[in-house]
């Protein structure tokens, strides 16, 4: 790995510093970079924004590296932010890279609370401080226009526009207020 031209500068080089892994992928050292950008890619991501970098379900490509190290620091450092850079398909189109919903057999290197934002061909998704509905229409609007319309289809029978009561969960909506009476009881 590398060459002897390149050994020969960083040796004794006071401008370069060789540091372990364990430092350099420390998020809390990442995290003292004001404005650090995280840049990563992914296999796959769904429609909730959680995404696959190292397996394609349950199969390994790779290993996680430093993905979720940066990812995380960059999300506490000042002014920080974090991007998932990706092409919108595999296999010459045939298939999307986003997708509906992780199933079981499927593993999430990187949660959907920590991407700022998923960047594709099609454009940048905003996904930090969304809702999972706001997420999954920002994330369509980035996939292959191919695959639009079944992700849409997918979209609107899981996170319907209208929440709880167009979901039939109408009755969640009550939980606050049946908690407030059960404390006056008490």
Not at 156 to 170: D, I, T
Not at 178 to 185: A, G, H
Request: a positive charge; charged letters at 25%.
């Amino acid at each position: 790995m590398g060459t002897r031209k390149l050994y020969d500068f960083v040796d004794g080089n006071p401008d370069v510093a060789m540091l372990p892994v364990d430092y350099v992928n420390n998020p809390v050292e990442v995290m003292k970079e004001d404005n650090i950008v995280s840049v990563n890619s992914c296999v796959q991501i769904d429609l909730m924004g959680q995404a696959a970098s190292e397996s394609v379900g349950l199969t390994q490509i790779s290993g996680v590296g430093g993905q979720v190290d940066f990812v995380r620091g960059a999300a506490m450092a000042a002014n920080g932010r974090s991007i998932l850079a990706f092409p919108s398909t595999a296999a010459k189109g045939k298939i999307s890279r986003l997708f509906p919903c992780w199933m079981k057999e499927h593993a999430v290197t990187t949660s959907r609370n920590d991407i700022d934002y998923a960047v594709t061909e099609y454009g940048i998704a905003k996904l930090k401080g969304r809702t999972l509905r706001q997420r999954a229409l920002a994330l369509i609007e980035i996939a292959h226009p191919d695959f639009r319309d079944g992700l849409k289809k997918y979209s609107r029978s899981v996170f319907p526009a209208g929440g709880l009561k167009r979901a039939g969960l109408a009755g969640l909506s009550s939980l606050g207020r049946l908690k407030r009476q059960r404390s006056e009881t008490l």
